[in-house]
């Protein structure tokens, strides 16, 4: 469904289940980073009005998602804790080409955004069948479901701006090169990435 060529590694649920005070910290800034990026693309590129139309309401379920983050750790008794560089962001963030015509460069940034969305779906996915705490179960569940469209939204708008053709080779492009990050990376308990 969500087109990744290279699933989560198991292992990651069982780490991500001994840190859950960690995870929620990384996931709540992951909610807080999706919610300032809709809102930059929409500061970037304000003439794309369907963009803007379709991003805005995105921004508020982005920020209400972190809103139920951050009562699911005052409930657990953790604190929010500070900001952790994403690795997964970072090293995606450089598929972006730079100096290109603006349509590319938009392009990149949308289907960047797509990843990350897939990304976070088939990992909330595997902590709401996996994760022994019931609670945290449905938790996961509800946010995997309120998310799984958003990875197609950002496609649908890449489409929007430019020609499909363009835009899936661009996606299998990138979906190759986001597996190979994945592959990369180090297996982290403590990182939603």
């Known amino acids: 469904m969500l087109g990744l060529k290279l ?3 198991p292992r990651w649920v069982n780490l991500a289940e001994k840190s859950i005070e960690e995870i929620l910290i990384d996931h709540a800034y992951c909610e807080q980073k999706a919610a300032s990026t809709c809102i930059s693309l929409i500061i970037q590129f304000p003439e794309k009005e369907k963009m803007v139309e379709t991003l805005m ?3 508020t379920e982005e920020w209400g998602h972190f809103r139920m ?9 953790y604190s929010l804790g500070r900001k952790r560089i994403d690795k997964y ?3 995606l963030m450089k598929l972006e080409r730079k100096g290109d015509k603006l349509e590319r460069q938009l ?16 990992r909330f996915r595997l902590l709401s069948e996996s994760i022994s705490d019931l609670e945290l179960r449905d938790f996961y569940r509800e946010l995997m479901i309120s998310e799984a469209g958003h990875y ?7 489409k929007e701006y430019m ?6 080779v661009r996606w299998q492009e990138m979906l190759d090169a986001e597996a190979e990050i994945i592959r990369n990376l180090e297996i ?3 990182r939603m990435h």
């Open 7 to 9: 699933p989560t590694d």
């Open 57 to 59: 309401p995105i921004v």
């Open 69 to 77: 983050v951050l009562k699911e750790l005052k409930k657990r008794g």
């Open 89 to 91: 962001v970072v090293e």
């Open 107 to 122: 392009m990149d940034k949308l289907l960047i955004s797509a990843l990350i969305e897939a990304r976070s779906c088939e």
């Open 152 to 158: 197609r939204t950002f496609l649908d708008l890449a």
């Open 163 to 168: 020609p499909e053709d363009v835009v899936k």
């Open 188 to 190: 982290r308990g403590d």
